[in-house]
């Protein structure tokens, strides 16, 4: 069965799949971030062996999106997996069911902080593009330049308000967590993450342990890590050739300082229920 790490990219799930590794798997280790690949992403390549002909082609991976579940799923094992994707029927094809998933923890992200992380990651030109991207509902994240084995499939993640309200119609064991939250209070907000995953796993975590994670995989030490060793999921910029920080401002995202009124008020227009039922505005 599966736990879903869902999020609108660029929203904290990095961060969460980070602690989440660091609390289940290195108990007697330090995290780094190559032990990032423990908790993979979906949809990869992996998952479709067998089951579709061109990796490219959004309509074979969503006629099989159940299908590939219900292969990882034979064994009959707890995993987590990171998506982006939404939580939607198109046609009559699932993204994901109840027999195949166990829950979700969704991180969401105040789309005015949102989108300068996303402006800098996807190498958009400035912040109209971006406002574009998060506004888009037809908006799909593909990869046509990765030569890896297991690259990300194409991925439907439409507007930041309509991922948000798929995955909010997800009813069971879902579990809401804020990225604000996170930074202004990390103790609090992973303790309510540890608890959500002593009650599915049936386990005790101790509080020695979440500490431990907490102090393990903070912004700052995962910055540090990317500086000194890199990042396999930062990007590359398009014009320069090298590598991006995937682990860029953190707290220092300000919208107030960053955004211009135009976009600030456009986005608080076009979002307006979503950010009020959040408290971001």
Not at 85 to 96: A, H, L, P, Q, T
Not at 125 to 145: G, P, R, V
Not at 175 to 192: G, H, M, R, S, T
Not at 247 to 272: H, P, R, T, V, Y
């Amino acid at each position: 069965m599966i736990i879903w790490l869902s999020s609108y990219p660029k929203s904290g799930n990095t961060w969460l799949r980070s602690f989440l590794i660091s609390l289940l798997f290195l108990k007697n280790s330090n995290f780094e971030l190559k032990n990032i690949r423990l908790i993979e992403q979906y949809p990869q390549k992996k998952h479709f062996k067998d089951l579709i002909k061109n990796f490219y082609n959004f309509g074979e991976i969503k006629a099989n999106w159940i299908s590939s579940q219900e292969k990882i799923n034979l064994d009959n094992n707890i995993r987590f997996f990171k998506t982006h994707n939404m939580f939607c029927k198109i046609d009559e094809y699932s993204f994901s069911n109840f027999e195949n998933t166990l829950g979700c923890i969704y991180i969401v992200r105040d789309p005015r902080n949102l989108i300068t992380s996303l402006m800098h990651h996807n190498n958009l030109k400035n912040y109209e593009e971006a406002k574009k991207f998060i506004f888009n509902e037809k908006q799909f994240t593909i990869d046509l330049k990765s030569t890896t084995e297991n690259f990300p499939l194409c991925t439907l993640i439409g507007s930041w308000q309509t991922h948000f309200n798929s995955w909010k119609r997800m009813k069971k064991n879902y579990l809401l967590i804020k990225y604000e939250n996170l930074i202004a209070n990390p103790i609090e907000e992973f303790k309510k993450v540890s608890s959500y995953i002593e009650k599915l796993f049936r386990i005790k975590i101790k509080y020695e342990d979440l500490q431990k994670s907490i102090k393990d995989v903070s912004f700052d030490k995962l910055k540090k890590m990317e500086e000194k060793y890199g990042f396999e999921e930062s990007a590359t910029d398009e014009i320069t050739g090298k590598k991006k920080n995937f682990f860029n401002l953190g707290s220092n995202n300000n919208w107030k300082n960053l955004l211009e009124d135009k976009i600030a008020k456009e986005i608080e227009e076009k979002f307006n229920n979503e950010m009020k039922e959040l408290g971001y505005i």
